[in-house]
């Protein structure tokens, strides 16, 4: 296993906070990054996008100020997601944003670039793709990637479909570099799994969902905490791709979660339909994404004791039969 010198010496555990779409701000990434896990947020969820310029500042600058104030425990790198997918028409802009500010971590996702990968290595920074196969894994590092994020089953959201126990193996069968696995990953000890299996970090999404940090409204947060794993649904029907979702908030959107059509990507569209009849709820708005992990989350608390939470279990967890 190899960890980027990016990170030595600056977490408390392997883990990155996934970008989780509209929910991600400032205020959660900071608390993350200061408890010691990578913080991270989707480029596009700085909305109108002259607001990214305003985040970055924000989240260098109490940063700086908290590694200044305790340097025994500085805080750990930040990352940001760009979605490289064509219908990204902000890309180019907010990749300029990342280089201006000199972001250490940059989360592809939706494609691999091998023009992005190259200017983040030119300011420093490294890059990490996501994947739910091995044919985008490979495409990913023959692009220049540094790392993988392998998105198996159980994973929030837009979701793989293989175990994790497959994808890491198989993935170390041919790459040496870091790894990041999520699916279903809610606890300390689920942390420490993800590092026996092979992998370098533990990638968590939906246990965020559940914070005081979070900008989710308070029914999402109350939903994943009576949520268990039977409560997720996994469907193409919401945005065109298979994802995740809440099982109640399908239900609370006056559809059957288990007779879902499926999509037609290329018909997508949010809203009304030329009918004026309303179409489908919106992803992450109405619909509410999370990962089979959720039996584990039980409250809504700030992240860093979340945070610690996992630090206990995950030093506290070692084999019985040792």
Same mark, same amino acid.
Request: aromatic share 14%; no cysteine; proline share 10%.
């Given at each position: 296993m190899s960890?980027? +010198?990016l990170f030595r010496g600056r977490l408390s555990i392997p883990v990155i906070g996934a970008p989780l779409f509209i929910i991600s701000v400032p205020d959660l990434v900071i608390a993350q990054c200061k408890a010691g896990i990578v913080g991270s947020f989707p480029a596009?969820?700085?909305?109108p996008p002259a607001l990214l310029d305003e985040w970055l500042v924000r989240i260098r600058e109490e940063l700086a100020a908290h590694d200044r104030a305790h340097p025994d425990r500085p805080s750990a790198p930040f990352a940001v997601n760009q979605i490289v997918h064509r219908s990204n028409n902000r890309l180019e802009q907010d990749l300029a944003l990342c280089?201006?500010?000199k972001v250490p971590m940059i989360i592809t996702s939706l494609g691999a670039r091998e023009e992005l990968n190259q200017a983040a290595h030119r300011w420093g920074g490294i890059v990490f793709h996501d994947v739910i196969n091995q044919k985008f894994a490979h495409k990913a590092i023959e692009k220049g990637a540094d790392g993988l994020i392998l998105v198996s089953a159980g994973a929030g959201g837009h979701a793989g479909e293989i175990?994790?126990?497959a994808f890491v193996a198989e993935t170390r069968q041919w790459f040496d570099g870091p790894i990041a696995l999520s699916g279903a990953i809610g606890n300390g000890r689920a942390i420490r799994a993800v590092r026996i299996l092979g992998a370098d970090? +533990?990638?968590i999404g939906s246990a965020f969902i559940a914070t005081t940090e979070a900008n989710a409204v308070e029914g999402y947060k109350q939903m994943i905490t009576a949520s268990t794993a039977e409560d997720i649904v996994?469907?193409? @029907?919401f945005t065109g791709v298979h994802g995740n979702y809440l099982k109640p908030s399908i239900v609370a959107a006056g559809m059957d979660p288990d007779n879902l059509p499926e999509s037609d990507a290329s018909k997508m569209s949010f809203g009304t339909d030329a009918s004026g009849e309303r179409a489908k709820p919106k992803a992450w708005k109405e619909i509410w994404g999370s =990962?089979? =992990?959720? =039996?584990?989350v039980g409250k809504i @608390?700030?992240?860093a004791e979340l945070i610690a939470r996992f630090k206990r279990e995950y030093d506290e967890a070692v084999d019985p039969a040792l």
């Open positions: 960890m980027p +010198a596009l969820n700085a909305r280089e201006k500010h175990s994790p126990f970090f +533990a990638y996994y469907s193409n @029907l =990962g089979q =992990g959720v =039996g584990s @608390l700030p992240a």
